[in-house]
């Protein structure tokens, strides 16, 4: 089993739409988490950064962690074709000073007109 | 934040080769590292590249393969020695950002590699 299970996709939805985009976990020792932004031929950017569990909201975006589920979410609202992206979660289980990411492979999002 | 940026963008090697690849950062960063991300599956750390010490390599990741130089605090390279096909992915290097509280990391654009 992966540390991280994140559902490929590719997820596709009208413009306008809400996006919930989801990642599973089985290390309990995850206290960050991340969600990551690709567009193709690019690297990744981050988008959202929470800390245990909770809800962090940015703009249409907003980022939940339930820790005792083991489960992350990311939802976009009013969904534009400029989110057209794959979509990353990424975990760590300390605080800075270089300690891995533990990312999930990804969901594929397509925001059609 | 931090700038990066990543030569080659890509390349398409024989297999038997070996590919140097270079990530330069427009500020001094302690911590730098090195990924793989291949069809479908998650980005897969390589290496930590340790400034003035050998790498510190990842299960599954061995120096002979991907030797690993960090002569400076913003410059880093990755080879992929005695290239095969499976070889075949795109190499990402990212830098974290001292001073925060959290592993924010900020990765170059990539380097595409296909190995024939």
Redesign the interface.
């Known amino acids: 089993q992966?540390e991280?299970e994140q559902d490929?996709g590719p997820l596709s939805v009208p413009e306008g739409a809400i996006v919930s985009l989801n990642c599973t976990y089985s290390n309990s020792a995850f206290q960050?988490f991340?969600w990551?932004r690709q567009y193709s031929?690019?690297?990744?950017?981050?988008l959202m950064?929470t800390?245990s569990s909770g809800n962090k909201e940015d703009g249409r975006f907003t980022a939940q962690v339930d820790k005792s589920s083991k489960y992350i979410s990311l939802f976009i609202r009013d969904s534009q074709p400029s989110d057209s992206a794959t979509y990353?979660c990424?975990m760590?289980g300390v605080?800075?000073?270089?300690?891995?990411?533990?990312?999930?492979?990804?969901t594929q999002l397509k925001v059609e007109l | 934040s931090a700038v990066?940026s990543q030569k080659p963008s890509r390349d398409i090697c024989q297999r038997g080769t070996s590919l140097t690849i270079q990530c330069q950062v427009d500020s001094q960063v302690?911590?730098m590292?090195w990924y793989r991300q291949q069809p479908?599956?998650?980005?897969?750390?390589i290496a930590?590249a340790n400034q003035g010490s050998e790498a510190t390599y990842?299960s599954g990741f061995v120096i002979d393969k991907f030797p690993i130089s960090r002569p400076n605090l913003t410059f880093s390279t990755l080879t992929v020695s005695n290239m095969s096909p499976e070889d075949s992915s795109i190499y990402?290097c990212?830098v974290?950002t001292?001073g925060?509280?959290?592993?924010?990391?900020?990765?170059?654009?990539?380097t595409?590699l296909t190995v024939l």
Do not use: D
Not at chain 1, 41 to 46: A, F, H, N, S, T
Not at chain 1, 95 to 106: A, E, I, P, R, V
Not at chain 2, 40 to 45: A, K, R
């Open positions: 992966k991280v490929p960050y991340m990551y031929r690019k690297g990744p950017e981050l950064y800390y990353l990424a760590s605080t800075g000073g270089g300690n891995k990411l533990t990312f999930g492979t990804g | 990066i302690t911590m590292f479908g599956q998650s980005l897969t750390l930590t990842e990402l990212s974290e001292g925060r509280s959290y592993n924010e990391q900020f990765f170059g654009p990539g595409r």
